[in-house]
């Protein structure tokens, strides 16, 4: 299984990214899939899910809860990461991560595949 993650970079504070995460080496449809993000000396956190198959089901961390959607294209073996109204505080690595079964876990320690990660530095 291979996740790479695509779009970061640099914004000032109100702007806007979209993350892509495209996966190869697995039936995309049988795996939910996840964003999670790591802040400099912080943690890595739970930040947005979508539910396997059609995504129907999504999930999202109350910091974010109103300014990011997640989505996924399963033709393209791809999920995305639709960020708006970026605070300061959203700065940091953002990692994509598959699980196989209907919903991926918000807890990173027991999730088996993550990209490599692409960081997100939002300015104030």
């Known amino acids: 299984v291979q996740l790479v993650e695509s779009g970061g970079g640099l914004v000032q504070a109100g702007g806007s990214l979209r993350l892509s995460c495209a996966a190869s080496?697995?039936?995309?449809?049988?795996?939910?899939m996840g964003w999670f993000r790591q802040a400099p000396g912080k943690e890595r956190e739970f930040v947005a899910r979508i539910s396997w198959s059609d995504g129907s089901s999504t999930d999202y961390a109350d910091s974010v809860k109103g300014r990011f959607t997640i989505s996924r294209a399963n033709a393209k073996n791809t999920v995305y990461l639709q960020m708006n109204s970026l605070k300061p505080e959203d700065t940091a690595v953002y990692y994509c991560?598959?699980?196989?079964?209907?919903?991926?876990?918000?807890?990173?320690?027991?999730?088996?595949?993550w990209g490599k990660g692409t960081l997100v530095t939002v300015s104030s």
């Open positions: 991560a598959a699980q196989m079964g209907r919903i991926i876990t918000d807890r990173p320690n027991v999730i088996n595949y």
């Open positions: 080496g697995l039936l995309f449809i049988s795996y939910a």
